[in-house]
């Protein structure tokens, strides 16, 4: 059974940084492409980032380009994103997500509904 923990959510003014930690167990992570989605109130879930099971290939929505790194520590099981020049509309409860398929290379034409999406999520709210 797939566990995750999330983490680094928080309370931030425009223009602030947070850190996001997703640790999981349960999967073997190292096979599998991971990724950070997010679903606003009212709103389809949006892929943020996804990073390949090596690491050296990272996908970014238009909307965090430049603003967002997405990176992972295979040994530690852990996925992290850091967020830094946060605007309001970035403001949703995030979501560690992985690949539905093993040893993916490349993000052309993917999107959430390729990736698994497990836990409580962890909140991330930007005030103006």
């Known amino acids: 059974q797939v566990q995750v923990v999330e983490s680094g959510g928080g309370s931030v003014q425009a223009g602030g940084s947070l850190r996001l930690s997703c640790t999981v167990s349960?999967?073997?992570?190292?096979?599998?492409?991971m990724g950070w989605v997010r679903q606003a109130p009212g709103k389809e879930r949006e892929g943020v980032a996804y990073?390949?099971?090596?690491?050296?290939?990272?996908y970014y929505d238009d909307s965090v380009k430049g603003r967002f790194r997405i990176s992972r520590d295979n040994a530690k099981k852990t996925l992290y994103l850091q967020m830094n020049s946060l605007k309001p509309e970035d403001t949703a409860p995030y979501y560690c997500?992985?690949?539905?398929?093993?040893?993916?290379?490349?993000?052309?034409?993917?999107?959430?509904?390729?990736?698994?999406?497990w836990g409580q999520g962890t909140e991330v709210t930007v005030s103006s």
């Open positions: 349960g999967l073997s992570f190292d096979d599998y492409a």
């Open positions: 997500a992985a690949d539905r398929k093993v040893k993916r290379t490349a993000f052309v034409g993917i999107g959430p509904a390729d990736f698994d999406v």
């Open positions: 990073i390949t099971w090596s690491g050296y290939i990272q």
